[in-house]
């Protein structure tokens, strides 16, 4: 009898102390979630979980790209490049029990800033003919934004397939210098940089006599006097 308590109570025990902190039957098991997905240089949140096995656990991420972090299951990292990168999270719990798993981070390019092709120089009132061109390194969809300078806001037209041109027609009202700014952004909200080209629309000028012409014209009896002379001499 007194043998049979003894094991009772370490049965009793072992029970006691392995629901006291936390042991566990089951294997460590964690979860990465994913896909994820986002921008170049955007803030991607990701999601661990980690169960079974001794809490607590450690958390070590690699994202694929050379970086890793350690001890928050719910870490935010961005991507300097576009591409696949292969992520996983491997968790570590109180008895050195390691569990991993894997998934992926897709990064997206944005579009190659636009070329604008038109006039140098116009006419104020009269209307001009310009082209935007973009390739868009994943082969997305494109939105073109412009700005034509005058006041008059940006306009964003699209989407159209990966290098397609498109022409737009602007009209400027006065004279003055003007920079026209064209950005494309893909599907994803992905942005190039601005491109900027400058049309002039200069104003008329008058037409200016020459130094000598002026001395003529405010000294008129000079003027006659060279006249008859150059009668004389056949030279008119």
Request: charge should be negative; glycine fraction near 8%.
């Amino acid at each position: 009898m007194k043998i049979y308590r003894k094991c009772l109570a370490i049965v009793l025990i072992t029970i006691f102390v392995g629901a006291s902190f936390g042991a566990s039957d089951e294997s460590l098991s964690c979860d990465a979630y994913g896909p994820y997905e986002g921008n170049i240089m955007d803030d991607i949140e990701f999601d661990g979980t980690a169960t079974d096995g001794t809490p607590p656990y450690e958390y070590l991420w690699d994202y694929g790209d050379g970086n890793t972090s350690t001890g928050d299951p719910h870490p935010t990292h961005n991507y300097a490049n576009a591409g696949n990168y292969t992520v996983i999270l491997t968790v570590t719990d109180s008895e050195d029990d390691t569990a991993s798993d894997t998934t992926w981070a897709y990064i997206n390019a944005p579009p190659n800033k636009p070329s604008i092709e038109g006039p140098n120089s116009g006419k104020s009132g009269t209307k001009y003919e310009f082209d935007f061109c973009t390739t868009d390194p994943d082969g997305d969809d494109v939105f073109y934004c412009i700005d034509w300078g005058d006041g008059s806001g940006e306009i964003c037209i699209g989407p159209f397939p990966s290098e397609t041109c498109v022409t737009e027609e602007h009209t400027w009202s006065s004279d003055g210098t003007y920079n026209i700014k064209a950005k494309a952004s893909d599907i994803y909200d992905a942005e190039s940089d601005y491109t900027i080209k400058s049309i002039k629309m200069p104003k008329n000028k008058a037409i200016q006599m020459s130094p000598f012409l002026n001395f003529l014209e405010n000294h008129h009896n000079l003027f006659q006097f060279l006249q008859r002379m150059f009668q004389r001499l056949g030279l008119q």
